[in-house]
């Protein structure tokens, strides 16, 4: 009887550590599984960011040909435009203080072009230069010209040629001015003499 018990006693004892190893297999499966849902996470993760950055490059292509297309077309000045010429401005409309109608400027005009686009340096004789970023209409009868140096903030001034010739350019400039008060100047510009 006693040598049965103690076979009994054995018997339960090796159920009880098979259970027992049965159990942290479970659990180490367990463990196994939610790391494996893990990684399916970070993946799906890793998945989306990559979509989103995909269709962020290609937007960025699109944007990058619309540029490369404007700087094409904005790459040259016509040949008339190009090069040194001297202006004389007269005052023919104001709404501005401190300027009257009839008040007269002379400026030294360069039309410049490089790879990036058309720029228009002034330079007057007691202010130092200025040098405008210019986009041209289609025509190309007139230039919109943002000052370089001052915030995308800053008034663009628009410059309109009535009449180019080799010999002499006539046309409007009109800027908007503090308080948006509006100046309009008539423009003759001829060669620079060298």
Same mark, same amino acid.
């Given at each position: 009887m006693q040598k049965t018990s103690l076979y009994l006693s054995a018997i339960v004892i090796i159920f009880l550590s098979a259970c027992g190893g049965d159990n942290s297999k479970s659990v180490e499966l +367990?463990? $196994?599984e939610a790391a494996l849902l893990e990684r399916e996470k970070q993946i799906d993760s890793i998945t989306? +960011?990559?979509q989103v950055l995909v $269709?962020? $490059?290609d937007s960025l292509s699109q944007?990058?040909?619309v540029q490369l297309d404007t700087i094409i077309m904005n790459a040259a000045w016509t040949d008339s435009l190009i090069g040194e010429w001297e202006s004389r401005l007269v005052c023919i409309s104001t709404t501005c203080r401190g300027y009257v109608i009839g008040d007269q400027r002379t400026e030294h005009w360069s039309f410049l072009s490089d790879s990036t686009g058309l720029y228009l340096e002034v330079a007057g004789k007691a202010k130092s230069p200025k040098t405008y970023l210019a986009t041209a209409s289609a025509n190309r009868n007139e230039l919109t010209l943002k000052e370089q140096d001052r915030e995308s903030a800053s008034p663009a001034s628009l410059?309109? /040629?009535s009449e180019i010739s080799s010999r002499q350019l006539r046309g409007q400039k009109r800027n908007t001015g503090a308080d948006n008060?509006?100046?309009? /100047?008539s423009v003759l510009l001829t060669p620079r003499s060298k």
């Open positions: +367990d463990k $196994r989306k +960011d990559y $269709r962020m $490059r944007i990058n040909t410059l309109s /040629f008060c509006k100046l309009v /100047f």
